[in-house]
């Protein structure tokens, strides 16, 4: 246990505070949204590759607006996949890469 006296505990409290304010104490926060539990998407993954394919795309470090925005409708086209394209059990599980599609099945 920490004593009452010690920076440590003081340092602890300022974090617990600051948890409760910007995390537990939201409305727009709940555990559902804190915790990956029971979620299929546990990582970011796919929102990874998705922008390496925009980027392999692109091919410049700023390119002009009308140029991005011709690549980013074009990389959302080629990742958009319907769900009567794909049996059921693939939906969670698609992956891009370089256009070639990679389906993990249960």
């Known amino acids: 246990m920490l004593d009452d006296q ?5 340092l602890m409290q300022q974090l ?11 409305s727009t926060v709940d555990p559902s949204r804190l915790s990956v539990r029971d979620n299929q998407a546990r990582t970011n993954n796919a929102v990874e590759i998705f922008h390496a ?4 795309r692109i091919k410049v470090p700023h ?5 991005f925005l011709r690549h980013l409708q074009q ?11 794909l049996p059921a ?6 992956y891009s890469f370089l256009h070639v599609y ?5």
């Open 102 to 106: 990679v389906f993990f099945c249960d």
């Open 63 to 67: 390119p002009n607006l009308f140029a």
């Open 16 to 26: 617990i505070r600051y948890v409760e304010k910007q995390w537990l104490n939201k």
């Open 75 to 85: 990389t959302t086209l080629d990742s958009q996949w319907t769900s009567a394209e």
């Open 53 to 56: 394919s925009l980027r392999r």
């Open 6 to 10: 010690s920076p440590a505990k003081s």
């Open 89 to 94: 059990a693939c939906m969670s599980h698609v």
